[in-house]
């Protein structure tokens, strides 16, 4: 690998981190990255990409867990329900992954990354604010919900190694959860996702350890710098800049 590819890397790395943590999907970044810009098969993009998004995820928890975001209602609860259902998901997705042909690796999450960031959009521009519609759900068809949501963040993340919060955001997001809510309870998660998508990655030697060390301490340090604005942005202005984020991405991933 060249100094240029690995100064860009690192560059792109950073920015992704201060995405994971900002909007929530900025891992994808690292992940599409590692695609377009390295020779490394499929699996070893999602293997390697899972590995850095262990980190950053248990940074990216420990700085919300710090401002008080997992105190809101049911935050908690989200948590540990999207990361247990997750475990299970990402297992499935990793495995999975191993059967895809090499073209298809970003087809299966654009159309949902479009879908989704465009709907998102579309409430803030007709004045759609978030509910707490999760808060008036009866309890035990909130945790099925979460766990289904779960289990299928868990495949999507596992199979494409993108950590988890590129979906888990958005969905929470639009079924009312505050952003930051959102964002720090996605970073719980994506440490459960990443974590058993790494085991399975490492058992049929698909983790790059230097590209993960390359991307992954930027990663680290970028983690820190989007906590830091997520605390100095209108979050009505971070959904709105999820959204246009994930419209823009998804054409990226079919290229």
Same mark, same amino acid.
């Given at each position: 690998?060249?100094?240029?590819?690995?100064?860009?890397?690192?560059?792109?790395?950073?920015?992704?981190?201060?995405?994971?943590?900002?909007?929530?999907?900025?891992?994808?970044?690292?992940?599409?990255?590692?695609?377009?810009?390295?020779?490394?098969? /499929?699996? %070893?993009? *999602?293997?390697?990409? !899972? #590995? @850095?998004? +262990?980190?950053?995820?248990?940074? &990216? =928890?420990?700085?919300? $867990?710090?401002?008080?975001?997992?105190?809101?209602?049911? /935050?908690? %609860?989200? *948590?540990?329900?999207? !990361? #247990? @259902?997750? +475990?299970?998901?990402?297992?499935? &997705? =990793?495995?999975?992954? $191993?059967?895809?042909?090499?073209?298809?690796?970003?087809?299966?999450?654009?159309?949902?990354?479009?879908?989704?960031?465009?709907? +998102?959009?579309?409430?803030?521009?007709?004045?759609?604010?978030?509910?707490?519609?999760?808060?008036?759900?009866?309890?035990?068809?909130?945790?099925?919900?979460?766990?289904?949501?779960?289990?299928? +963040?868990?495949?999507?993340?596992?199979?494409?190694?993108?950590?988890?919060?590129?979906?888990?955001?958005?969905?929470?997001?639009?079924?009312?959860?505050?952003?930051?809510?959102?964002?720090?309870?996605?970073?719980?998660?994506?440490?459960?996702?990443?974590?058993?998508?790494?085991?399975?990655?490492?058992?049929?030697?698909?983790?790059?350890?230097?590209?993960?060390?390359?991307?992954?301490?930027?990663?680290?340090?970028?983690?820190?710098?989007?906590?830091?604005?997520?605390?100095?942005?209108?979050?009505?202005?971070?959904?709105?800049?999820?959204?246009?984020?994930?419209?823009?991405?998804?054409?990226?991933?079919?290229?």
């Amino acid at each position: 690998m060249s100094a240029e590819l690995a100064v860009l890397l690192a560059v792109i790395a950073l920015l992704a981190g201060i995405g994971i943590t900002a909007i929530g999907p900025g891992g994808i970044f690292v992940t599409v990255a590692l695609f377009t810009l390295t020779p490394i098969s /499929a699996p %070893e993009v *999602a293997g390697t990409a !899972s #590995a @850095t998004f +262990i980190a950053t995820g248990l940074l &990216g =928890s420990a700085v919300y $867990l710090r401002s008080g975001e997992f105190a809101y209602g049911h /935050a908690r %609860e989200l *948590a540990l329900l999207l !990361s #247990a @259902t997750s +475990i299970a998901g990402a297992l499935v &997705g =990793s495995r999975a992954n $191993l059967l895809l042909p090499e073209r298809v690796f970003g087809y299966l999450l654009a159309a949902f990354v479009a879908s989704v960031g465009g709907l +998102i959009v579309y409430r803030e521009a007709v004045g759609l604010k978030p509910s707490d519609r999760l808060e008036e759900v009866p309890d035990r068809q909130r945790r099925l919900l979460i766990g289904t949501i779960g289990f299928g +963040i868990g495949v999507l993340g596992g199979m494409l190694g993108v950590g988890g919060p590129v979906v888990a955001v958005p969905i929470l997001v639009v079924l009312g959860v505050p952003m930051l809510v959102a964002v720090a309870v996605a970073q719980v998660q994506s440490v459960f996702i990443s974590g058993f998508a790494t085991v399975g990655y490492v058992a049929v030697d698909a983790v790059s350890f230097p590209l993960v060390l390359l991307v992954g301490v930027p990663q680290l340090v970028g983690v820190l710098l989007g906590w830091l604005v997520a605390q100095r942005v209108d979050p009505e202005r971070l959904r709105v800049l999820l959204g246009a984020v994930l419209v823009l991405v998804a054409p990226v991933l079919v290229l």
